[in-house]
């Protein structure tokens, strides 16, 4: 971290023991091995530290969405094995051997590119097979796998280390899609066994799956955002005892009274009915705080929850106070905790209709992390 980006008063602070904490938790709910998934810089946590913090802890592989991701682990010296999830692009596979990433084959085609380059690089390729039991979003079929699982067994130069395919609704545990899912999975996976061939790591969960529906789980599951300690959906359920493992804080830059009917910030969309305090903070939408935040959202300063009041700039924000007595550098709290008051993401996310994961995903580097 440069010292000018150190002194920034907007900070994520990550809590790496709570992340433990939570790879624990899950740990002991699902009884089978986890795959961390780290994809979009870990959530927004930051991918090497929190990577670095869970191999310490024994996780057991890793997911990222896409190959330069998975070469960023490696260069950090992370050992375990890694699964990139994405859809391969052919000119890359060369990559994946060179950093010993577990490929996702998602056709018979993509399995004879990676054969190809397998070929050419004299190593064999770690493949997991991708099936689609209905998100059509990459995979074969459920109902055409068995010549796709023939290939894979029959290749010489493909190990195949997996079979899984993705949930589409598991956020909802009254969904009965995903008993429809996990039926179509089942009956892919069943083409190992009339093939003679070993059975490879079976995996479908994602946090969804961990949270709802114990029969997912399988040989290994796959959670993102639960590992971090926020929940999927709102009609998820907290099935287990994580904790939210990032905070998003800043300092109030600036105080001033604005007089009534005065308006605040771009569009002049929102005046006070009577003077009153109003403090400017120094994070915007440039930093992925939401411009859907806009006189919606609240944060924490002195434990007391405030409106944002105007439009979220680039940059900064405006925050009335009413009455109140905030000072400069005072400690503003965008999500987490101050005192007694707490903001989480879920919370956020409703209030400016995003989900979740864009909140977390959406804070980008020009946010100092601290652990
Ligand atoms: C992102 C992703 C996950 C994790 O999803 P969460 O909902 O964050 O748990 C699991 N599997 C695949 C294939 C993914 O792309």
Redesign the pocket.
Known sequence: MSVASAQRPTRILVDLDRLAGNLEAIRAHVRVPVMA?V?ANAYGHGLVPVARRLEACGVDRF?V?FLEEGVALRRAGVRAPILV?GGIYGPQVAQFLAHDLEITVSSVDKLRQVEAAAESAGRRAAVHLKIDTGMERIGVHHDSAGPFVEAAVASRWCEVKGIYS?LACADDPASPMTAVQLARFLDACAHFDRLGAPMPLRHLA???GVLHFPETHLDLV?????LYGVL?APASRPTIPVRPALSLVSRVVYFKVVRAGRPVSYGATWAPPADTRVVTVPIGYGDGFPRALSSRGRVLIGGRAYPIVGRVCMDQFMVDIGSDSAWNEDEVVLIGRQGEAEIRVEALAETAGLIP?EILVGLNERVPREY
């Open positions: 998934i994809k997911g969405a999830l993705h994602n946090s969804g796959r959670p993102g955002i639960v999927p994961y």
